[in-house]
Every structure is written in C-alpha cells, then in structure tokens.
C-alpha cells in the first residue's frame, strides 16, 4: 500500500497468519480450545487496524523518499534520459528511406512501379514531377583542376614547390611563409552546381569561379558566398564549375592553369562529368562547345588572367567579370579585351584596387576602346565596364554585396537581357565548329 512504513511493510510481511484447523493441530494437549479459538480471531483483526491506521496518514517526505529508493537506486534522469539528437534525426552520412503506400487500384488501371525521388535537402510536401529534375550541388575530383601541380612557377621559373622537410615537400610564399603540398595544394576537387531548370538542349553557358585567398568550397564559395545560388536565382541556363585554388591559404597561385592548355584541358574533363551529372551522357559534346564566363574574386585574378592568355580556348570565353580582382597582370587583361569585341568586360572594384583598375582604363582608352563606368542597362557585345562601389563595401563580402546586392546574378541577368549576347553565346565558337 503507497504510503506505508517500510519496516511495517517488512513486520507485515513476515508475519503468517494460522488457520483455526493449524492451531489445533499445533497447539498442545492441555491447552483450552476456547480459549485458543479467540485467540486466532484477534490475531486476524489487529494486523488489520495497524494497516488502517497507516493508510489514514499522510504520507511524509521521509517515507517517499524511502519509497523511491526502495524501488530504485536511480534519479529520474538515469531511468528516462533525455532523447538524444542522433535519435531523432539523421546524421548526414544517412539516408531515411521513403516508403509511399499505394492506394488500391482496379485491375484494368495502370500501377506506377518505379520509386518515386525525393529531393533529400530541399523538406517539401511536393514531390517533383516524372520530367523534373533536383537542383545539384556536389563535388567532383577532377585531374585537371588546379591541384596538385609539381610544375614550374612562371614568374620565376623555378619549381613551384621550393622547400622540402624530408619527403614532405612545400612552398615557402613570397611573404616567407610555408605551406605544404600535402595540406595546401593537394585538393583536385571542383564544386559543381547544376540548376534544376538547367536544360542542355536550350543554348546554355558555363561560369567558371576562380575563389580567392583564404578560402575553401564549401564554407566560402557555396555558404558564405552563395555563388550557386546566385546562378540558379538568375534564371539564366547556367552551370558553375568552381575548382579548389590553394586551401584556406593567402596564395594566389594559378597551378595547372598556368599551363599553356590547361584551361581547356579542364573544360574538356568537365564536359563529361556536367553530362554524367545531369543525367544525359550524349550532351558532352554539347557542354564541350558551350560559350564560358569566368568570374575572378580577389586572388582568383591569377588563374583567370593566365587562362585568359594560355588556356587554349579564346573563342569560347564570351564574358569576363572581375570582382575586386585588378591586382595585377593588367597585360593579360587588356590583351583579351582588345582581341574579343562579341564578348563582355566588366570590373567591380573598391579602394583597395582601385589604382590598377584605373591604370588598365587608361590602357584600354589608348587603344580606342570605349569604357563604361556604371552599371546601368543590359551588357552588350564588346562591353567594357568599369564600377566603382561606395566607400563602407568590404572586400570580404564582396561577392554578395558590390555596386549591388548578389552582383555575380545580377551581371548573368544584364547578360541574358541582351539579344545579340544570347544569340552569341548560343552559337558554337570558330575554335570548335
């Protein structure tokens, strides 16, 4: 009973209680049977009033507490621990398997028996249709990419890597610092973003991302700087392919693109991998002739410069959009401008390069090319921008906010909005026809 004294409970338990036909045969001889007989009776009815008497009191704090211990020599904590998050949700490594249960369907009506997708990042009520296809964002090793490179530097011509620490070799910067090969410039991975409104038989193009200095994919190109969203919210038929540059160092180095043919070799391998990626392997030929944009932040100046005067496909680069990138190889850049009058030039800049982008305008301006500096109205064949951003922009979160919010969708948007750049970049390229 809930309530009761531990020790009575006990005593109560160690009692017995005697039936009248025991006692008889218990009890000795010369005993008087009355007098036992009354006995017995009083031995059933005391142990009763002794249990009333308990259950009439309150309970007090030291018999629960004896109560709980009794039962358990646990807190509620240990007995019911709390649910853990792994519990509840998946870790990203898993996978739920979705499970659709099929109403009943009369005999004569065709049962759909193939499983149905789920966009597996994207927790909505509607399934996408048989024709749709998910929005893609993955990476994908490419040999071709940036890293690792074991060649020569070509403002030096030296070896790349120029230090070693046994078999560990590394690269002492400019600056004095070392990175090693194994830690810095060893990611052969490209991120790789396909919208899902892409559609490879509509004319379509491929920007290409060269990050800049401290950076990696996933934390900087994708999350913070959110350049595959900015594609996909342009609306523009495009994919991105943006390769891993030396990781989360201060290094511009340009690796396999300083090569003469690395770019291409790059968009060739990348043809394939974007056709397995949408599911069609017949459109590689069609990515192999797409029409390139490359955007350069910052450091990434360096691989676009070099691919802009080595890489190998000069026909196919129809844009080229610098976002406070003007450090340096001003050559390169004019060079390209004044070569390519169907493609579009536009440089966004702060305080910090605003010396050099100016000193490329008046390169340019020698050589009879007309400069804009401002961002208004679509882009056209042969457009040459320069724009200026209002003091208080930094540099850091300048892919997302320039002379606008999310410039890189904005330029796709000024791009696309101009017929004769939509009808160039839909044509395959003298290069590769």
């Given at each position: 009973?809930?309530?009761?004294?531990?020790?009575?409970?006990?005593?109560?338990?160690?009692?017995?209680?005697?039936?009248?036909?025991?006692?008889?045969?218990?009890?000795?001889?010369?005993?008087?049977?009355?007098?036992?007989?009354?006995?017995?009776?009083?031995?059933?009815?005391?142990?009763?009033?002794?249990?009333?008497?308990?259950?009439?009191?309150?309970?007090?704090?030291?018999?629960?507490?004896?109560?709980?211990?009794?039962?358990?020599?646990?807190?509620?904590?240990?007995?019911?621990?709390?649910?853990?998050?792994?519990?509840?949700?998946?870790?990203?490594?898993?996978?739920?398997?979705?499970?659709?249960?099929?109403?009943p369907t009369p005999p004569q009506r065709k049962v759909r028996t193939e499983p149905v997708?789920?966009?597996?990042?994207?927790?909505?009520?509607?399934?996408?249709?048989?024709?749709?296809?998910?929005?893609?964002?993955?990476?994908?090793?490419?040999?071709?990419?940036?890293?690792?490179?074991?060649?020569?530097?070509?403002?030096?011509?030296?070896?790349?890597?120029?230090?070693?620490?046994?078999?560990?070799?590394?690269?002492?910067?400019?600056?004095?610092?070392?990175?090693?090969?194994?830690?810095?410039?060893?990611?052969?991975?490209?991120?790789?973003?396909?919208?899902?409104?892409?559609?490879?038989?509509?004319?379509?193009?491929?920007?290409?991302?060269?990050?800049?200095?401290?950076?990696?994919?996933?934390?900087?190109?994708?999350?913070?700087?959110?350049?595959?969203?900015?594609?996909?919210?342009?609306?523009?038929?495009?994919?991105?392919?943006?390769?891993?540059?030396?990781?989360?160092?201060?290094?511009?180095?340009?690796?396999?693109?300083?090569?003469?043919?690395?770019?291409?070799?790059?968009?060739?391998?990348?043809?394939?991998?974007?056709?397995?990626?949408?599911?069609?392997?017949?459109?590689?030929?069609?990515?192999?002739?797409?029409?390139?944009?490359?955007?350069?932040?910052?450091?990434?100046?360096?691989?676009?410069?070099?691919?802009?005067?080595?890489?190998?496909?000069?026909?196919?680069?129809?844009?080229?959009?610098?976002?406070?990138?003007?450090?340096?190889?001003?050559?390169?850049?004019?060079?390209?401008?004044?070569?390519?009058?169907?493609?579009?030039?536009?440089?966004?800049?702060?305080?910090?390069?605003?010396?050099?982008?100016?000193?490329?305008?008046?390169?340019?301006?020698?050589?009879?090319?007309?400069?804009?500096?401002?961002?208004?109205?679509?882009?056209?064949?042969?457009?040459?921008?320069?724009?200026?951003?209002?003091?208080?922009?930094?540099?850091?979160?300048?892919?997302?906010?320039?002379?606008?919010?999310?410039?890189?969708?904005?330029?796709?948007?000024?791009?696309?909005?101009?017929?004769?750049?939509?009808?160039?970049?839909?044509?395959?390229?003298?290069?590769?026809?």
């Open positions: 009973m809930v309530g009761a004294d531990p020790k009575f409970q006990i005593h109560h338990r160690a009692d017995r209680v005697i039936s009248p036909a025991t006692q008889r045969h218990a009890q000795p001889r010369h005993a008087h049977p009355r007098r036992w007989r009354w006995v017995a009776v009083a031995s059933l009815f005391v142990p009763l009033s002794f249990v009333l008497v308990q259950c009439g009191k309150a309970p007090s704090a030291d018999m629960l507490a004896a109560n709980a211990h009794a039962t358990s020599g646990d807190s509620f904590e240990d007995r019911f621990p709390q649910p853990q998050f792994a519990d509840r949700f998946p870790t990203p490594s898993e996978s739920l398997v979705q499970q659709v249960a099929l109403a997708r789920v966009a597996s990042l994207n927790p909505t009520l509607t399934l996408p249709r048989q024709t749709e296809r998910e929005e893609l964002t993955t990476l994908v090793s490419m040999k071709s990419s940036a890293f690792p490179y074991f060649g020569n530097n070509p403002r030096t011509d030296a070896p790349f890597l120029n230090i070693s620490n046994g078999e560990r070799k590394g690269r002492r910067s400019y600056g004095g610092r070392v990175y090693w090969q194994d830690q810095t410039y060893n990611d052969s991975r490209v991120l790789v973003h396909v919208p899902e409104t892409f559609d490879v038989r509509k004319p379509g193009v491929i920007v290409v991302f060269f990050h800049g200095n401290g950076a990696t994919l996933e934390r900087d190109v994708r999350d913070r700087q959110l350049v595959p969203q900015q594609i996909s919210d342009s609306g523009v038929n495009a994919v991105l392919l943006a390769p891993q540059l030396a990781v989360n160092a201060a290094d511009s180095s340009a690796g396999k693109f300083w090569q003469p043919g690395g770019f291409k070799r790059f968009m060739d391998e990348s043809a394939s991998h974007l056709a397995r990626l949408t599911g069609d392997p017949k459109s590689a030929q069609a990515f192999a002739n797409m029409p390139i944009i490359i955007i350069g932040y910052s450091g990434g100046f360096v691989p676009t410069a070099w691919s802009l005067e080595v890489g190998g496909v000069p026909g196919r680069v129809r844009g080229v959009f610098l976002l406070d990138a003007v450090y340096g190889e001003l050559d390169k850049f004019a060079s390209w401008i004044e070569k390519n009058r169907t493609g579009f030039f536009v440089s966004s800049y702060t305080r910090y390069t605003k010396r050099r982008d100016q000193e490329l305008m008046s390169m340019l301006r020698e050589k009879g090319i007309t400069v804009t500096e401002n961002m208004d109205g679509p882009l056209r064949p042969g457009s040459v921008v320069f724009v200026q951003t209002r003091d208080g922009i930094t540099h850091r979160s300048y892919v997302t906010q320039a002379w606008t919010e999310h410039p890189v969708k904005d330029v796709l948007v000024k791009m696309a909005a101009s017929p004769q750049l939509t009808r160039i970049a839909s044509a395959p390229s003298p290069a590769n026809r």
